[in-house]
């Protein structure tokens, strides 16, 4: 089974989406720890 180019362009375009929206909410939630007292 060949898997189409496009396919897994756009899967690795979504896993790098992914990672940004981790690192973003992740630097968030570090934001938000060192808000606190």
């Not at 089974?1 to 630097?27: D, N, P, S, W």
């Amino acid at each position: 089974m060949k898997v189409g180019q496009g396919t897994l362009v756009g899967f690795v375009q979504y896993l790098f989406t992914l990672e940004e929206e981790i690192a973003a909410l992740r630097f968030m939630c570090m934001k938000f720890s060192l808000s606190l007292p």
